[in-house]
C-alpha cells in the first residue's frame, strides 16, 4: 500500500496580479508531487480579475482554493488568514509577483523537517542566495530595516539575515498559537511573528534566488515604510503602546517641528508678534496633521473626495478645543512662566495632543 503523502499549504497573499498568479501555481504544481498540496490564495477583491482568473483554475485542479475578501485588506491579514484557514501540518508562504522560486520553499519545507524546526525563511542575504529582483535602492532599505529589526526583536533571533522576508515555512502545531496573536496592523506578518514569539521558536534560514517581479510594479509605498516605524517602536516599547497612537504621536511630533518652525518663520520674517504669529501656524498645522493622520494613521478608514473635506470640518472642530488650548496655554505659559517661545509652545502641543488622539479617533474616522 503507498504511503500518504504529507500535506503543504502554500499560502499566496494576492492583490492585481492576475498576469502573475497562472504561471506560479503551473510551477508550485509541477515541483510538488511529493506533497499533498493545498494552493490557498487569499485575494484582497482584485480589480484587474486576478480573482475570476483563480476561480476558473480551482475548477480545473482541486489543489487550488479561493479566498476572496471584502471588506479587508493588507498582506500581513491575508497571510494570517491563510494559515489559520490551513489544513495542513506544515505552511508555506510566499509572494505572488514571481519574485520567490517554488523550488526554494520545497527546499525549506526539507530543512524544516529535516532539522525538526518550527520556522525556515528563506533569505535573500545569506552568502548562497541570488540577488536577481531587487534594485540597490530597495536592497538598502532592507539591510537597515534588518539592522534595526535585530535590535528590536529578542536576541534568540539574532542569527537570522533577513527579518523582511515575505517566503517562510512554519510548522503551524508548534507555531499556530503565535500566529494566532500577530497583530496584523503590523509591518511585516514574519516579524511579528518572531516579536510575539519571546525568542521561543526554532529557526533556521535557506537562501533564496530572489528573482524579478513578472508583471506590474512593486507595492512598496510610504505607507509600508511608516508601518516598519511604528512597529519597530512598537516592539521597542515591549507592546505597550498602541499602534495607533503610536502613529498619532509621530504625525504629531512632524506637525510639532512644523509649528515651531512656521512660527519662527512668521516671527522673523514678517515681523508678527508672537499672539498673532501662533494661530496661523496652530491652524496650519492642525489642517497638516489631519491630512497624515488620514494617509497612514488611519489609512484602514482614509477619507476621500468630499467625506475628506466633511472629515476636515469635524477634525477642525473637534480639535477646536485643544487648539483653543494650544494657543491659551502657550501665550500664558509665554508671558507668566518663560518667556521661551519653543517651550510655551510644546506645553500647548501636549494638550493639543491627547484630546486630538481620543476625539478624533472616535468622531472623524470612527474608530474606539
Known sequence: MALMQERLSVVLPTYNERENIEPLLQKLVSIGGEFDLEILIVDDDSTDGTAELVKKLARQDKRIRLIRRLGRSGLSSAIKEGLLDSTADLAAVMDSDGQHEPLDVINAVRHLKDNNLDI???SRFLSE????????HRTGSSIWAN???RLSLPKQYTHLTDYMSGCFVVNLNSCFTNIRRVDVNGFKFFYELLAV???KLSISEVPLTFQPRLHGTSKLDLAIVWDFLISFIHTLSFRILPRRAISFGLVGSTGAFLQLTTTYFLMNIFTLVFEKALPISVLLVVTFNYLMNNLLTFRAQRLHNLFLLKGLLKFL??????????VGLATAFYNSVSSSTFWAQLAGIFVAFI??????SRFVWNTP
Open 317 to 326: 472642530l473637534v480639535s477646536s478645543l485643544p487648539v483653543l488650548a494650544n
Open 197 to 199: 514569539s519571546s525568542g
Open 120 to 122: 525556515v525563511v528563506g
Open 355 to 360: 484630546w486630538n488622539y481620543a476625539a478624533s
Open 147 to 149: 539592522r534595526l529589526s
Open 129 to 136: 542566495a541570488k540577488i536577481r529582483g531587487l534594485s540597490h
